[in-house]
Nanobody, 123 residues
Framework: VQLQASGGGLVQAGGSLRLSCAASGRTFSSYIMAWVRQAPGEERKFVAAISRDGGSTSYSDSVKGRFTISRDNAKNTVYLQMNSLKPEDTAVYYC?????????????????WGQGTLVTVSS
């Protein structure tokens, strides 16, 4: 599946952003979808994942309670609503997909990746 992320930008600490990831193809609903981020000089880190039907989600401890992942299978799109943003949330955010596993957090289990969208949170 091909993925196209959008919605990044510059926001002040405490603000909100909503990221979107549009997927191509007719089998979007067969994929577990995730958001992964990479800060400068760091490795990619899991942020959130959502099950095929949207009924189950998983979050990293660093974003739990502030970020919400959701999906619209009719629109082939997954979202990441980010609230109460902090400077440490600054990173390139990637959407990723896998159809080989159930809801999963290791980033190396995701096979398809979007191009990334930059989120910058100023203090």
């Amino acid at each position: 599946v091909q993925l196209q992320a959008s919605g990044g930008g510059l926001v002040q600490a405490g603000g909100s952003l909503r990221l979107s990831c549009a997927a191509s193809g007719r089998t979007f609903s067969s994929y577990i979808m995730a958001w992964v981020r990479q800060a400068p000089g760091e490795e990619r880190k899991f942020v959130a994942a959502i099950s095929r039907d949207g009924g189950s989600t998983s979050y990293s401890d660093s974003v739990k309670g502030r970020f919400t992942i959701s999906r619209d299978n009719a629109k082939n799109t997954v979202y990441l609503q980010m609230n109460s943003l902090k400077p440490e949330d600054t990173a390139v955010y990637y959407c990723a997909a896998t159809n080989r596993f159930l809801l999963t957090t290791p980033t190396n289990r995701y096979d398809d990746w979007g191009q990334g969208t930059l989120v910058t949170v100023s203090s």
